[in-house]
């Protein structure tokens, strides 16, 4: 049984317009497994159908409608499905295609769109940009949760500055989810980190690197070697600048010598 995404947007919003499409399919045997309007103008469904010509037929039809206009009609990707759960379009940036943007508010839908993507096997480089205190770790770590992904933190200044140095047990293990902030595992002088921090690299799984612009700043990595960016925002305006950052890094690697410590291990 093949699965579609089929959207249009509405030409004229008259009443039973919605009916008669749903019972063309029914008529065609093509199954409606989800449907929600898509921001204000548009809606969008993901069908199901154990025929191809069923699809054909309805294409056919549908597309000589007069108060709809068919925008897309496809094989189902992740923006398709999440679309059709949250009501809107995550944002991608007009010029690099890999990167996404999110703002504080969509906390929710970003969380199911990283969950899919940890879902899938293999190697995947994941960075995530964002100010200090946006939700960048508290939605990686849900995300992993949804995907039933088990995370290892090689970095981290969630509780206090973490740098681990070696992996114990299972946690070497492909099918977890490594996470690191890039502007501490830039900043340690611990070769030890740095020598896991390149196994892990290596290795078939997925990784996801907080403030990827300061990793791979001296490093042999580059931002072309990341398969998605994701960008999170208070508001659609803010700036992500790496100078708070910084200085909160600094700050938290002052606080180790000042009797409080971090975890090193």
């Given at each position: 049984?093949?699965?579609?995404?089929?959207?249009?947007?509405?030409?004229?919003?008259?009443?039973?317009?919605?009916?008669?499409?749903?019972?063309?399919?029914?008529?065609?045997?093509?199954?409606?497994?989800?449907?929600?309007?898509?921001?204000?103008?548009?809606?969008?469904?993901?069908?199901?159908?154990?025929?191809?010509?069923?699809?054909?037929?309805?294409?056919?039809?549908?597309?000589?409608?007069?108060?709809?206009?068919?925008?897309?009609?496809?094989?189902?990707?992740?923006r398709d499905r999440l679309a059709v759960m949250h009501g809107k379009y995550i944002t991608r940036d007009a010029?690099?295609?890999?990167?996404?943007?999110?703002?504080?508010?969509?906390?929710?839908?970003?969380?199911?769109?990283?969950?899919?993507?940890?879902?899938?096997?293999?190697?995947?480089?994941?960075?995530?940009?964002?100010?200090?205190?946006?939700?960048?770790?508290?939605?990686?770590?849900?995300?992993?949760?949804?995907?039933?992904?088990?995370?290892?933190?090689?970095?981290?200044?969630?509780?206090?500055?973490?740098?681990?140095?070696?992996?114990?047990?299972?946690?070497?293990?492909q099918n977890n989810l490594f996470i690191l902030d890039g502007a501490v595992t830039r900043r340690t002088t611990?070769?030890?980190?740095?020598?896991?921090?390149?196994?892990?690299?290596?290795?078939?799984?997925?990784?996801?690197?907080?403030?990827?612009?300061?990793?791979?700043?001296?490093?042999?990595?580059?931002?072309?070697?990341?398969?998605?960016?994701?960008?999170?925002?208070?508001?659609?305006?803010?700036?992500?600048?790496?100078?708070?950052?910084?200085?909160?890094?600094?700050?938290?690697?002052?606080?180790?010598?000042?009797?409080?410590?971090?975890?090193?291990?």
């Open positions: 049984m093949g699965e579609w995404y089929f959207e249009y947007e509405i030409q004229v919003n008259r009443p039973g317009l919605l009916g008669d499409i749903a019972s063309l399919l029914g008529m065609l045997r093509v199954n409606i497994v989800s449907i929600n309007g898509i921001d204000e103008d548009r809606r969008g469904m993901l069908l199901k159908a154990e025929k191809q010509e069923s699809i054909e037929r309805f294409m056919s039809i549908v597309s000589t409608m007069d108060n709809i206009h068919v925008t897309k009609f496809r094989e189902p990707k992740v010029d690099e295609k890999n990167t996404f943007r999110f703002v504080r508010d969509e906390l929710g839908i970003l969380v199911d769109f990283m969950a899919e993507l940890f879902k899938k096997e293999g190697n995947k480089l994941i960075g995530i940009r964002g100010m200090p205190r946006v939700g960048k770790t508290e939605s990686v770590v849900a995300a992993s949760v949804c995907a039933n992904k088990k995370w290892i933190f090689l970095s981290s200044t969630m509780i206090k500055q973490t740098v681990r140095n070696q992996l114990i047990g299972d946690e070497f293990n611990d070769e030890r980190h740095q020598q896991l921090v390149r196994e892990i690299m290596r290795l078939p799984a997925t990784k996801v690197v907080e403030h990827p612009d300061l990793f791979v700043q001296h490093s042999e990595y580059k931002l072309g070697d990341f398969d998605y960016i994701i960008e999170l925002r208070h508001h659609p305006d803010e700036v992500i600048t790496y100078e708070i950052i910084e200085k909160n890094e600094m700050m938290s690697q002052n606080d180790q010598f000042g009797g409080f410590g971090g975890f090193n291990f």
